[in-house]
């Protein structure tokens, strides 16, 4: 292709107004050929024309990683554009040909109409070099059979969105016939973030490293606290506690601070400790909430139902309003110990009755998220004191924040974040430490990385005093064994390290990208 455009001065660029692509049109015997080539491609072949087209477009190719992504819905757009700001080189499927258009006017990705079951469009997505498959579609049954094609045709890796919880929960049985490296639920995903909220009701959000042992908690500066007005330095000498201010949101600043910083109301302190450590923190400083007993549960999807099942387990009384009858039947045998309402949610006098002035935590799981805004902003003029909302539109979860609503969680964000944590630690199998764990915070600013370190590598075994990282980058916490280290200067990282990293750089695949 690309000796002919050397040769031929009848091909003709057009630069798609839709699209970040160029396709070349060229004259063949009459006929009309055109092909997709990226721009950076092109530029390589016309800039290295003593070097063979195809080894050029081929190496470029390597250094890229070749995803698939099934289904246009919420999740697959969401990970479609953060993967293609990553400069991977994205195909995405789907039926619907004006939700494919949309995307393709937004993002620097190929799209391709048709059944991500079929074979043939798979072949068409190039399946065959594709280093991972990525299938979130509605349907359970659609996902996991295109990830056994994908795999049969070629494909190395395989992703399966399963929200089913009869399927999820035969997995381990189904994952290796079917060929899968990794099954997502992110209704549990979202239930497990909820569960730990609520055993923590003194933070606004929760993320949890190396499997539970390390928390980073975000909490909320308000007026009149302890903590206004006084240095990092100075709040870490007066608990005399093992956690770290890891990041510092006030309204549009974001930094990664240093001991000097002073705290004000409104701040939002993103801290990493170990639960123990938090706990006595909470406790130091006096506004440690009460354990939540009652808890009242406003929409019974598979949300719903995973959360309500996990409480229940942990002795919290449990109420559940449903529109639905027939669901409500359903939960009263899969949920005995749960008290299931069958009536509106957004009915004031129902709430009213329901004892929502009583109740300890309020989580608004409704299918849509005007209803759950509506809810919780009804249930904080009730004085409830711990308020969970579900709102999977960015922009609309942006917006709940100024009404004070602060316990935001969204699906298609924790399937997003825990399918991009697997795509980084598959690009960066072979370096020296892998990405184990990866959260998007602050609106996406700041990413918070568990790496595990695999061999020895140039800064393993030096103290960190010795090591000059970048401009906000922090190592946050290194977890050995069954020891938990919030690092100082003379501590350093060893070869087996689980070691978390807090950036402001994108893209972060390896510690050493963070070092000078």
Known sequence: LIACFRKNSNIVFHKKITSLRIWLYFQNKGAIIHLPVYIR?????????????YNIINNMRKKEMRIIIIGDGKVGYKLAKQLSS????????????????????????????????????LKQADVAHADLVIACTSEDECNMLSCLIARKLGAKHTIARVRNPIYYRQIGLLKEDLHLSMAVNPELIVADEISRLLLFPDASQVETFVKGRVELIELPVAEGSSLAGLSLAEMYNRFQIRLLVCAVEH??????????????????????ASHKDLEAFFKANGKRKDKI?????????RVGYYLALQLSTLGMQIKIIEQNRQRCEELCELLPKATIINGDATDHDLLVEEGIEEADAFVALTGMDEENIILSLFAKSQNVDKIVTK??????????EDFGLDSIVSVKTATADAIMSYVRARKNSQGSANVETMYQLVDDKVEALEFIVKAETNYTGIPLKDLSLKPNNLIACIARKRQIILPS????????????????????????EILM
């Not at 499927?93 to 048709?114: H, P, Q, W, Y």
């Open 41 to 53: 491609q092109v530029c390589c072949c016309l800039e290295n024309p003593g070097n063979s087209s």
């Open 86 to 121: 990553e400069k991977y080189d994205i195909v995405m499927i789907d039926s619907n040909e004006k939700k494919l258009r949309f995307a393709m006017d937004r993002l620097d990705i190929a799209c391709v109409t048709g059944d991500g079951a079929d074979a043939e469009v």
């Open 251 to 272: 309204g549009e600043e974001v930094r990664i601070p240093d001991g000097e910083y002073r705290m004000r109301a409104g701040d939002r302190l993103h801290i990493a």
């Open 293 to 301: 007993k009652k808890v009242i549960i406003c929409g019974a999807g």
């Open 391 to 400: 709102v999977n539109e960015d922009r609309r979860a942006r917006m709940v």
């Open 489 to 512: 200067g003379d501590d350093c990282i060893q070869v087996g390290d689980n070691v978390i990293i807090i950036t402001m750089e994108k893209q972060i695949e390896d510690i050493k």
